[in-house]
């Protein structure tokens, strides 16, 4: 068995999850290399799933009997972990939504209809990069078609980075809005958060992170980050679908306008207008993904009696294997950083003249799933003038053994098409 430095006891970790023990295609013991796409969720947010539905099941906030009264604390109690989690500066800065791309266009409705000084309109630029999901994508598009915004963006270096050379022409003086990912999902790019931030400071610009790639694998400090809102989703940090969050400044979820409207969402209505709540509240509208926030609150606790910072160095650990041994790999591209300085745990490759979907199907006759596509961010796979690549990702289970197992998948793969 490789030895490697920082590693978790994955053989005690991976008894948590059950699904890991899993056999498909005829007793081949699954290898579950898409963790960029969704995590595996162990058995104590399974069991905190079925105990709020067998136990405490009920509305939240709007009864006074027992299992409205649990429901609603396991729900706050929820949110009370993950501002912890995120050193969040008031629990109040923490809303609930149900993905991290409701959380992104969330923020871009908000200063679509905001008043100054937060309004974006058609004197105004948004720049976004080249490397989004398309979840940081569209909704600044439409945001743009609806106000006549101009849509700017950074380009990529041929190595995968961020191509930061012309940040002053990029971010400038009607910059209303700069949003970006903390780690791209494709690429595995890590990127220099104080760079763009401190131009978007110096121009007022509000600064929006997708940290979706970056929650679940590393610590991650809101107050440190000093961006102006932070969104990220559930199921990949070991929750369940369903839930996303959204972090923001309380001055200003305070100043925006709700995006949706209903039910505990509002102080009073009439039929002539209505108020709203405070934030959290406010941006909540109707009955909220509670459950999902209840498992979510388990992944939290799950996680952070591991250590995020021990989660941290496994995967550094686990992915500088990888790209060793798949530098070994005849005719494969890496398609971003060939090094492990400033990139996570996720890996993009093509295989030669193999088309990426024949690989991630052979593969995955071998019992190994990994993503094969554009991973809904598109514009990366046109810089590099492919289709698509295949993606491997790995999280706090992850083993030497398995990257083993994609590498000698990858030669079988090679043999097979000749």
């Known amino acids: 068995m490789t030895q490697i430095p920082g590693l978790l006891d994955t053989e005690a970790i991976r008894k948590d999850f059950p699904l890991l023990d899993r056999q498909v295609h005829e007793g081949k013991k699954i290898v579950y290399l898409d963790n960029a796409a969704t995590s595996q969720k162990p058995r104590q947010v399974l069991d905190a799933l079925n105990a709020y539905y067998e136990r405490h099941n009920a509305n939240v906030h709007r009864g006074v009997h027992v299992l409205a009264e649990e429901a609603t604390e396991l729900y706050e109690g929820a949110r009370d972990k993950v501002a912890a989690f995120i050193n ?10 149900k993905n991290a791309s409701e959380s992104l266009n969330l923020v871009a409705n908000m200063l679509g209809w905001a008043d100054e000084p937060y309004r974006v309109d058609h004197d105004t630029e948004i720049v ?72 978007a400071q110096e121009v007022g610009a509000l600064v929006v992170i997708d940290a979706s790639q970056a929650a679940p694998h590393m610590v991650l400090d809101v107050q440190a980050l000093q961006a102006d809102f932070v969104a990220f989703t559930g199921h990949k940090m070991c929750g369940p679908t369903g839930i996303g969050v959204l972090w923001g400044r309380q001055e200003l979820l305070e100043d925006l306008p709700p995006f949706l409207g209903g039910g505990e969402m509002i102080e009073t209505v009439s039929m002539h207008s209505s108020t709203y709540a405070p934030a959290p509240h406010k941006f909540e509208a109707g009955t909220p993904p509670i459950a999902q926030a209840v498992g979510l609150g388990a992944a939290v606790d799950y996680l952070t009696a591991i250590g995020m910072e021990k989660i941290a160095a496994h995967e550094h650990a686990i992915t500088e294997y990888a790209v060793k041994r798949l530098l070994e790999v005849p005719d494969l591209r890496f398609i971003g950083p060939s090094t492990t300085e400033d990139r996570g745990a996720t890996i993009s490759f093509t295989l030669g003249d193999i088309h990426p979907h024949d690989v991630g199907q052979v593969l995955d006759e071998q019992g190994i799933a990994v993503r094969v596509g554009h991973h809904c961010a598109r514009p990366v796979c046109l810089r590099y003038g492919i289709p698509a690549t295949t993606r491997a990702s790995f999280y706090l289970y992850s083993t030497p053994a398995e990257v083993d197992a994609l590498v000698e998948g990858l030669e079988y793969v090679r043999n097979f098409f000749g």
Not at 128 to 156: C, D, Y
Request: glycine letters at 4%; aromatic letters at 6%; a negative charge.
């Open 88 to 97: 969040a500066p008031s629990r109040d800065e923490v809303i609930f939504t």
């Open 128 to 199: 976004i990069t080249e490397m989004e999901h398309h979840s940081n994508i569209v909704p600044w598009q439409l945001l743009s078609q609806r106000t006549g915004a101009k849509l700017k963006w950074f380009g990529l270096t041929d190595d995968g980075r961020l191509d930061l050379s012309n940040v002053d022409e990029v971010i400038t003086d009607r910059t209303k809005v700069v949003s970006f990912t903390l780690v791209s999902n494709l690429l595995g790019t890590i990127n220099p958060v104080e760079t763009i931030i401190r131009r």
